[in-house]
């Protein structure tokens, strides 16, 4: 009898061990999982970046129309005036969707800085991207609102 008491405590502790080694496993699966994951968002915000530089890159038009838009310099109810607004609009959802990521984990907070310090730049640049936000405010979301009118009313350095 005494044997087979201590062959059920090796099969005990062989099988314990077993459940102890499929956990590690699993976790160590789970973890690369969520870096592939991460690693695939994080390419698919590149590559909605590049078609909107593309945009710009292969266009005078599109390039004008930003300037002009920018500087405020566009015919209030024109089509170009009607461009611009759509073009900030776009901006703002590429915007927005990097500071969803950046919340949920995806930019560690000293790469997110940089971009957060292009942002102030561009809008600093630009009074029309600023009357533009104003119009558009309204349908993003709080936490994202309240970034970009921090960086709005931030006092020039």
Do not use: C, H
């Not at 390419?43 to 405020?72: C, H, M």
């Not at 024109?78 to 990521?101: K, V």
């Not at 349908?139 to 609102?145: A, D, G, M, Q, V």
């Amino acid at each position: 009898m005494k044997n087979k008491e201590e062959l059920d405590r090796w099969l005990s502790l062989l099988a314990n061990v077993g459940v102890i080694a499929g956990i590690v496993f699993l976790a160590v699966e789970i973890r690369q999982n969520t870096e592939m994951v991460e690693s695939q968002t994080r390419d698919s915000i590149t590559e909605k970046q590049i078609p909107v530089f593309e945009w710009y890159a292969t266009s005078t038009e599109n390039n004008r129309i930003r300037v002009e838009g920018d500087r405020l310099g566009l015919d209030p109810g024109s089509p170009e005036a009607s461009q611009y607004a759509w073009m900030i609009a776009g901006n703002l959802r590429l915007w927005e969707n990097e500071w969803y990521q950046y919340k949920q984990g995806l930019f560690e907070p000293e790469e997110f800085e940089p971009r957060i310090n292009i942002w102030k730049q561009m809008i600093d640049n630009a009074p029309g991207m600023k009357k533009m936000w104003e119009t558009q405010r309204y349908s993003y979301s709080p936490e994202f609102k309240g970034l970009i009118d921090s960086l709005i009313k931030e006092p020039e350095q």
